[in-house]
């Protein structure tokens, strides 16, 4: 049974940093190609950033692209969003999710994805 357990969220100020963390157990980690997606209340799940299994392919989307960092370390079952520069709008709650390199997706949607946490909210304010 493959889980997924976000963590980092928190209450930040505009223009602050935050890191978040997306631990996997339960089966092995290094095949999976891994997502972060955000959502707001009334909103559809959006895309963030993704990360393929060897940390080669890395892709943001453009709300987020510069500002934040994804990245992984199989070593400890772990991936990560650092966030830099935040934004009230980057205000939701952020998921990770994971899915088997093959057949292939491009990550950009909830769909590509099997597996995914529960969520940790992230709050830009003033």
């Known amino acids: 049974q493959v889980q997924l357990v976000e963590s980092g969220g928190g209450l930040v100020q505009p223009g602050g940093s935050l890191g978040l963390s997306c631990a996997v157990s339960?089966?092995?980690?290094?095949?999976?190609?891994m997502g972060w997606f955000r959502q707001s209340p009334g909103k559809e799940r959006e895309f963030v950033a993704t990360i393929n299994w060897t940390g080669g392919r890395i892709a943001y989307a453009d709300s987020v692209n510069g500002r934040f960092t994804v990245s992984r370390d199989n070593s400890k079952n772990t991936a990560y969003l650092h966030m830099n520069s935040l934004k009230p709008e980057d205000t939701a709650t952020y998921y990770c999710?994971?899915?088997?390199?093959?057949?292939?997706?491009?990550?950009?949607?909830?769909?590509?994805?099997?597996?995914w946490g529960q969520g940790t909210q992230v709050t830009v304010s003033s």
């Open positions: 999710a994971a899915k088997e390199q093959l057949p292939y997706r491009s990550g950009h949607s909830p769909d590509d994805y099997v597996y």
């Open positions: 339960g089966r092995t980690f290094s095949s999976y190609d």
